[in-house]
């Protein structure tokens, strides 16, 4: 008999505490190290995009800030997502490392609503966990997948740790699917980016 699937709510449980140990678990100086080398495969995967969607981390989230100076090196527009409520949909915002941020929905570091808006080419997303057949999961609120869904060609990149992979990650219909995802040890997908 086959074991029953795992709730959405367990399963980000258990991610959340298999990153949570992985980071833990890391010699000092391995995060830095590990975000740079990630920040590495992504940019040599970012084709022509002129301007990508990154995210501030938070807790054990693998950072972006290597990737986002190597965007900035390159003469690339990065922005940030900003969230007003959890009814409204989440806008990128253009932002420069240095500008400041603030406190948002949840806690989510942010620029000031007066920024400008930006389309990006190529969204960096967060995640709890991803498949190979890059599916994702996220925390649960639905606002990647809605911003997703309202940019049909841009180029969607899951950010994270390699722990954070499973065999499957079971989908709703409204769950939008990564063209790649990069982590500290490699890049899934990416074909045709």
Known sequence: MSKPAMSKPALR???????????MDMAPGDRVRFETAAADRLMR????????AFYIALGSE????????????????VALPHV??????MRFLRWAPGESLEPGWRGLLQPGA????VRPDLVVCPLLGFDPNLNRI??????????LAALPDVKKIGWGWSIQQRAAIGCDPWDVPLDAVVTEAGVIGGAGL
């Open 138 to 147: 996220g925390q649960g609120a639905g606002f990647y997948d809605r911003a």
């Open 114 to 117: 007066e920024s400008v808006p």
């Open 84 to 89: 007003d409520s959890r009814d409204a949909p």
């Open 62 to 77: 693998m950072g972006c800030g290597a990737a986002i100076e190597a965007a900035v090196g390159r003469g690339l527009v």
């Open 45 to 52: 995967i970012v084709g022509s995009a002129r301007s990508i």
């Open 13 to 23: 449980a258990e991610l959340r505490a298999a990153r949570d140990g992985f980071v």
